[in-house]
């Protein structure tokens, strides 16, 4: 009991509940916890470490999933949303020893800096590239508007989301990694 008489349960006391979806096209069950939420349930026990932990009040874009085709923050989401759903994280976008156009665009541009917001910014113009194969300038700027980037690329990411639009117009979704950067 409190000083005002108020009683705090442990978080322990919560019960689990098991989850089942699809995450990068595999099943998998996993328990959580109610108030657990979904970017620590794929870092930690899924291991799915490209979702970054930045801001943790969907301000930054680090933590961004495409999940039954919407982006959303997982910093923000509860785990339990994703129960039943089907989930892609940076992990899930190109076949094994491959990158998507937009990875292969980031790093023909130059954009890459230190990387930390690279996931979120993967797959935010994933997300836009699958709605809209030519987006204009202004669209671009508009959706990669919640990506934070502290290296302060942006105008590069505006220039490979120009080019991976070509690639993939021309065809070119994936690269093999010998393909890139020669
Ligand atoms: S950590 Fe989720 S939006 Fe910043
Ligand atoms: S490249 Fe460093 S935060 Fe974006």
Redesign the pocket.
């Known amino acids: 009991m409190s000083k005002v008489g108020v009683s705090h349960a442990s978080w322990d006391t919560y019960r689990d509940i098991e989850i089942s979806f699809k995450v990068n096209g595999k099943e998998v069950k996993v328990k959580v916890k109610p108030y657990e939420r979904l970017i620590d349930v794929l870092r930690n026990k899924l291991g799915l470490v490209s979702v970054k932990?930045?801001?943790?009040?969907?301000?930054?874009?680090?933590?961004v999933v495409i999940m039954n085709g919407k982006l959303i923050?997982?910093?923000?989401t509860l785990a339990v949303r994703a129960d039943g759903s089907e989930v892609l994280t940076l992990e899930g976008i190109a076949p094994e020893g491959k990158l998507h156009a937009i990875q292969k665009a980031l790093l023909d541009t130059y954009a890459m800096q230190c990387g930390f917001c690279f996931p979120g910014v993967i797959m935010t113009s994933k997300y836009l590239l699958d709605k809209n194969p030519n987006p204009s300038e202004d669209e671009i700027k508009e959706v990669l508007d919640g990506n934070l980037c502290r290296c302060g690329s942006y105008l590069r990411f505006v220039k490979a989301v120009k080019l991976a639009s070509k690639y993939i117009n021309e065809g070119k979704i994936f690269f093999d990694e010998s393909e890139v950067m020669r």
């Not at 943790?56 to 933590?63: D, K, S, T, V």
């Not at 923050?73 to 923000?76: F, G, I, K, V, W």
């Open positions: 932990g930045g801001c943790g009040r969907g301000e930054c874009g680090a933590c923050p997982t910093c923000l």
